[in-house]
């Protein structure tokens, strides 16, 4: 679930929620509310914004054989108009050239519906 901070200019805080992404919140007695803090001496209908915004998530280090089986692909940049295709599987080239539709990695086969 997202994490939004909420700036109220009427008592100057910024409070952290996480909530889902349909949920919207525009006054302070609604911040609060979602947040489980108490009000304080701010009128509950002052308003707020969302000031940052940033999703949960994890990174893992994940290798190119291990992208390849996944079904991705990764290019990496090798000379102006030149792309490598590190996880390049059988048939595929191994260099995408501009202008040479050939060397284009075969998505069609990786991309299901």
């Not at 109220?8 to 805080?13: D, I, Q």
């Not at 002052?46 to 692909?73: D, E, H, I, K």
């Not at 048939?91 to 086969?109: I, N």
Request: net charge neutral; hydrophobic share 30%; glycine share 10%.
């Amino acid at each position: 679930m997202p994490v939004y901070d909420y700036y109220c200019e009427a008592n100057g805080r910024t409070v952290e929620i996480s909530h889902p992404v349909a949920t919207e919140l525009s006054i302070w007695g609604q911040v609060c509310y979602v947040a489980g803090i108490p009000l304080g001496d701010t009128d509950p209908g002052a308003p707020v914004r969302r000031v940052f915004t940033r999703a949960p998530g994890t990174l893992v280090r994940t290798g190119n054989a291990q992208l390849r089986n996944m079904g991705f692909t990764k290019l990496v940049k090798r000379d102006h108009g030149v792309y490598e295709n590190v996880t390049a599987s059988e048939g595929e080239k191994r260099y995408m050239v501009q202008g040479d539709d050939d060397s284009l990695p075969h998505l069609q086969r990786k991309i299901r519906d």
